[in-house]
Nanobody, 122 residues
Framework: VQLVESGGGLVQAGESLRLSCAAS????????IGWFRQAPGKEREGVSC????????YWADSMKDRFTAVRDSASNTVFLQMNKLKPEDTAVYYC????????????????WGQGTQVTVSS
């Protein structure tokens, strides 16, 4: 399984970014794909997840109204659209894969990408 994140960068508060997670080496339609983030000195936390059937979960209310996760089976890619970014969104963003269902526990996920840095300046 290989997961490759892209789309991170440096933006100002209020701007948007779209992250991509390209998956290979797995039966994409049978896997849930999750987005997580880790800020310096903090634990990795769940952002969003799309199940194998396309149901989306957001694990924090602060992201629910600003972030949207969508999976594209044609390209084996999951996108995370992030709008109205805030300085507290600064982190390394990772995608992960696990069969079928979404789990909020980091340890439940089998495979991880290398991460992409998102930095939001005030």
């Amino acid at each position: 399984v290989q997961l490759v994140e892209s789309g991170g960068g440096l933006v100002q508060a209020g701007e948007s970014l779209r992250l991509s997670c390209a998956a290979s080496g797995l039966s994409f339609g049978a896997y849930a794909i999750g987005w997580f983030r880790q800020a310096p000195g903090k634990e990795r936390e769940g952002v969003s997840c799309v199940t194998s059937s396309g149901k989306t979960t957001y694990w924090a209310d602060s992201m629910k109204d600003r972030f949207t996760a969508v999976r594209d089976s044609a390209s084996n890619t999951v996108f995370l659209q992030m709008n109205k970014l805030k300085p507290e969104d600064t982190a390394v963003y990772y995608c992960a894969a696990v069969p079928r269902w979404c789990y909020s526990a980091v340890g439940a996920w089998d495979d991880w990408g290398q991460g992409t840095q998102v930095t939001v300046s005030s």
